[in-house]
């Protein structure tokens, strides 16, 4: 079987799975290939796939260069939330066609063979939009590379007493806005207190630095727009005391299982079961209490889920396949 997946090469959570499932779907017997919708010039090799994933975009054009029975699989990534929230804006001045997530979103789900996604409640959602008769959207658990993220040593504890890291992608539903508000709060009853905020983009900088320069946190943070590749994220996890990934609604997301199966203390907002600790979603006060209280040793972590490896993610996709060839 050969598979193509069409995604963007930008180092996104979106584009790592994608990489991942490549690499791993060829142990169950696949030839599984990455593929660059915006790269036209690379697209030949790609004529010949049984299978299409479609993780960012599937080109037009290449509907008639396939060579075989198309057959094409969508991957919801993203949150249906986020899909909707983008829409909106990107309609406020005036930014349709692929600009609007909401009408690709339903384009896949009427026209692909296949629908995926990793999330319960995306599910829930989706499901409810299909069709009467068309086939579900499949559920499939994501998981990561657990030998390379359970391996290696920490290179040297970061700052802080304690140090907590955060370096999500900063879309709205899980920039660290929140965590940032919340933390004067913990600066103030922890004098040794350090947030090592990551992945903080130059186009955000004109807000957020004026902004929480003058609520006080930025003094006890570092704030960067720094990205970690695989293996320094690997050590920052291994060297900060806590890991703080706040997705609305307690979505889990790849960095979350990332710094879970590296054994991170893992905090999010209710939901995601991989996480040891969970805060409530709303006042930032509220929250502020609620991480102290982690950092007192006040709160007995979560028993949680295992963390599935991405063979196991593999062997869904795989299954999925399988069962709409021809």
């Not at 989706?126 to 069709?131: A, K």
């Amino acid at each position: 079987m050969r598979v193509t997946h069409w995604t963007i090469t930008n180092g996104s959570g979106m584009h790592r799975v994608a990489e991942a499932l490549a690499k791993a779907e060829t142990a169950p017997g696949c030839t599984s290939t990455l593929a660059d919708p915006t790269k036209p010039e690379t697209w030949d090799v790609h004529e010949e796939s049984d299978i299409h994933v479609v993780h960012t975009h599937f080109p037009d054009a290449m509907r008639k260069r396939v060579k075989t029975p198309l057959r094409l699989v969508w991957v919801g990534h993203g949150t249906p939330d986020h899909v909707f929230q983008s829409s909106v804006e990107e309609a406020s001045h005036g930014a349709y066609g692929h600009g609007d997530a909401i009408q690709l979103m339903l384009h896949w789900l009427k026209t692909a063979h296949a629908k995926v996604t990793f999330w319960p409640r995306h599910k829930w959602m989706y499901d409810r939009m299909l069709t009467v008769g068309a086939r579900k959207v499949d559920l499939v658990p994501l998981g990561v590379d657990t030998a390379f993220w359970g391996a290696g040593e920490s290179a040297g504890k970061y700052a802080g007493e304690p140090s907590v890291l955060t370096c999500e992608n900063p879309h709205y539903f899980k920039w660290p806005y929140d965590l940032l508000a919340a933390w004067v709060e913990i600066a103030e009853e922890f004098a040794g207190a350090r947030l090592h905020c990551g992945y903080l983009p130059n186009d955000m900088h004109r807000a957020f630095f004026p902004f929480f320069n003058a609520l006080g946190s930025s003094y006890t943070s570092y704030m960067s727009p720094t990205v970690f590749d695989k293996l320094n994220l690997r050590n920052a996890l291994r060297s900060t005391d806590f890991f703080c990934g706040l997705v609305r609604y307690g979505d889990l997301n790849h960095l979350s299982l990332e710094a879970a199966a590296a054994g991170a203390k893992t905090i999010s907002y209710a939901g995601n079961q991989h996480a040891m600790f969970w805060v409530e979603d709303g006042d930032q006060r509220r929250l502020a209490e609620q991480l102290a209280a982690i950092f007192r040793g006040e709160v007995t972590p979560r028993i949680t889920e295992r963390v599935p490896d991405i063979a196991t993610t593999a062997a869904g996709m795989v299954a999925v396949y399988t069962d709409i060839l021809p």
